[in-house]
């Protein structure tokens, strides 16, 4: 088995959303390691295996719920725009190793309120065109489903 880490960043998020930024490692019965999130190269949670330790550093953009994050999992809420940015996680093996490991992906924060006059355009456009498509699907199964099942649609 070797040692690897993976994260799990979505690329994007609603405002006001709640997040989980989570990181799995495979690092081969080491038992003492240290964990450390950061948002555009600043670190705004760490975790120390050997003694347990969580810590938390202001960043702007972060709002950290630290008592429901773990060493696998950070969790941000309430989202806001100044949160969009470069997550990396990174995982340092200690003695006798000293691997340092990372994974790191961007992070856009959407904000979808289509009441809003300043809105983009096209998301507004695009999501307009979306819902009125399902609609369609939606009259056009019906029509099916009535021709296909005639009895099925009778009341007794």
């Not at 702007?60 to 429901?68: A, C, K, Q």
């Not at 309430?78 to 940015?85: F, R």
Request: proline fraction near 4%.
């Amino acid at each position: 088995m070797s040692v690897n880490l993976e994260t799990r960043i979505p690329s994007f998020v609603t405002k006001n959303s709640r997040l989980n930024l989570d990181c799995f490692y495979n690092l081969e019965n080491t038992t003492s390691f240290l964990i450390t999130w950061y948002k555009d190269n600043n670190p705004f949670y760490s975790f120390y295996s050997r003694n347990h330790l969580s810590k938390s550093f202001d960043v702007p953009g972060i709002h950290l719920d630290l008592l429901s994050s773990t060493h696998n999992s950070v969790v941000l809420t309430p989202i806001n725009s100044s949160a969009s940015g470069l997550y990396t996680c990174e995982v340092i093996r200690e003695s006798p190793f000293f691997d340092i490991l990372t994974d790191q992906s961007f992070m856009t924060v959407m904000e979808l309120d289509l009441n809003k006059t300043d809105a983009n355009p096209m998301m507004t456009s695009a999501l307009i065109t979306l819902a009125g498509t399902f609609a369609i699907i939606i009259v056009l199964l019906g029509i099916l489903l009535r021709h296909a099942y005639p009895q099925a649609l009778k009341c007794h």
